[in-house]
């Protein structure tokens, strides 16, 4: 299963527009395919700034991963746009990620605005069981791409569910077939604790050819 990378931002009050120029700076360095989005809508709003998410995919192998992070550490310029960014924030982290199920194939001239991440807690003996329905959760009507991964880090058996779509009237079509499919009571059932949803906004795509 390919993998990607996200670096978690919480700039300082009056640079977070400094921040997310630096981060779209730092991602275009890498030569990956990759965004960085805003948050509009944090998880945790009393816990945190509003946020910076950078996101560097493009990594078929956790082998690629384990050389991006080689060749980062060993070269002291490719290091320092990502300390440009970090210096302004309050918090920053990295975090890796595999994918569990890859995007839908994208309708036409697919352009997203909008990304919407799910992060779910299973029950431990529910786990293999909720990874079972994940094909079927991706299955709606709504332009949309639908990515669910797992962090490397964090509890083990988390998941994560990221929506793509180009405006929020169709976020709130995707959410309204999410809460009505008839796999939602199983769902529940399988979930250890209510899912925590965060939204933001696509700032800088990275297309790599």
Same mark, same amino acid.
């Given at each position: /299963?390919?993998? @990607?990378?996200?670096?978690?931002?919480?700039?300082?009050?009056?640079?977070?527009?400094?921040? %997310?120029?630096?981060? #779209?700076?730092?991602?275009?360095?890498?030569?990956?395919p990759g965004n960085v989005s805003?948050?509009?809508?944090?998880? #945790?709003?009393?816990? #945190?700034? /509003?946020?910076?998410?950078?996101?560097?995919?493009?990594?078929p192998e956790i082998t690629d991963?384990?050389?991006?992070?080689?060749?980062?550490?060993?070269?002291?310029?490719?290091? %320092?746009?990502?300390?440009?960014?970090?210096?302004?924030?309050?918090?920053?982290?990295?975090?890796?990620?595999?994918?569990?199920?890859?995007?839908?194939?994208?309708?036409?001239?697919?352009?997203? !605005?909008?990304?919407?991440?799910? @992060?779910?807690?299973?029950?431990?003996?529910?786990?293999?069981?909720?990874?079972?329905?994940?094909?079927? /959760? !991706?299955?709606?009507?709504?332009?949309?791409?639908?990515?669910?991964?797992?962090?490397?880090?964090?509890?083990?058996?988390?998941? #994560?569910?990221?929506?793509?779509?180009?405006?929020?009237?169709?976020?709130?079509?995707?959410?309204?077939? @999410?809460?009505?499919?008839?796999?939602?009571?199983?769902?529940?059932?399988?979930?250890?604790?209510?899912?925590?949803?965060?939204?933001?906004?696509?700032?800088?795509?990275?297309?790599?050819?």
């Amino acid at each position: /299963m390919p993998y @990607f990378i996200n670096t978690w931002r919480s700039p300082k009050p009056g640079h977070f527009m400094e921040v %997310a120029n630096a981060a #779209r700076e730092a991602l275009q360095g890498t030569g990956k395919p990759g965004n960085v989005s805003t948050t509009i809508s944090h998880p #945790r709003p009393t816990e #945190r700034n /509003m946020g910076v998410v950078g996101t560097i995919a493009g990594f078929p192998e956790i082998t690629d991963v384990e050389e991006f992070f080689d060749a980062m550490l060993d070269d002291e310029s490719r290091f %320092a746009s990502v300390e440009k960014a970090n210096t302004l924030c309050d918090h920053t982290n990295v975090s890796v990620s595999e994918v569990l199920h890859g995007p839908n194939t994208l309708p036409d001239n697919f352009s997203p !605005k909008f990304i919407q991440r799910l @992060f779910i807690t299973p029950r431990l003996d529910k786990h293999r069981e909720l990874l079972l329905l994940v094909p079927d /959760m !991706k299955e709606t009507s709504v332009r949309s791409n639908i990515v669910v991964s797992r962090p490397l880090s964090g509890p083990s058996v988390s998941i #994560r569910v990221s929506c793509f779509v180009e405006s929020l009237e169709l976020l709130k079509e995707l959410n309204s077939q @999410f809460i009505g499919s008839p796999l939602q009571k199983t769902i529940q059932q399988s979930v250890a604790s209510p899912t925590v949803r965060g939204l933001a906004r696509i700032f800088y795509v990275n297309s790599v050819s």
